[in-house]
Structure formats: structure tokens, C-alpha cells
């Protein structure tokens, strides 16, 4: 099986989990009280945005050759 490990396919899929749960906290947020949002909701979509980062694999380090 050639692809993505499964640990990075499940922290995708919680990332977008968290993405989505926030959209729609922030939606239905927004229902109740057209002014503001939801505080909570961004902090999850921030958060499941910073995990999609991660395991995309764009937080790891890679040297470049001065550095090796």
C-alpha cells in the first residue's frame, strides 16, 4: 500500500473534523446573536487548521545542504 500513513489520513481527518465543527458552531453562533460569532468556534477552526498544517507535513524540518 503506497500512499499516506494511516496515522497522517486520521490526523487529516480530525483536522477536518474540527474544521467543519467550528464552521458550523460559528453558523449556528451567528443564528442566535447576528452580531458576534462564536469564540470557541474559531478557536477550533484555528486549531483544526494548524493540525492540517502539520499533517501535511509542513512543519517538519528539513536542512538544507549547508546545514547538513
Not at 500500500?1 to 490526523?11: K, W, Y
Not at 483536522?15 to 453562533?29: D, H, P, S, T
Not at 458576534?36 to 468556534?41: D, E, F, K, L
Not at 528539513?62 to 546545514?67: A, C, D, H, I, W
Amino acid at each position: 500500500m503506497s500512499g499516506l500513513p494511516v496515522i497522517t489520513v486520521l490526523e487529516l481527518a480530525a483536522a477536518i473534523a474540527l474544521i467543519v465543527g467550528g464552521g458550523w458552531l460559528y453558523r449556528r453562533r451567528g443564528k442566535d446573536d447576528p452580531n458576534h460569532g462564536s469564540q470557541g468556534a474559531v478557536i477550533l477552526i484555528v486549531v483544526g487548521v494548524i493540525l492540517a498544517i502539520h499533517g501535511l507535513g509542513l512543519l517538519e524540518y528539513r536542512p538544507m545542504g549547508s546545514e547538513r
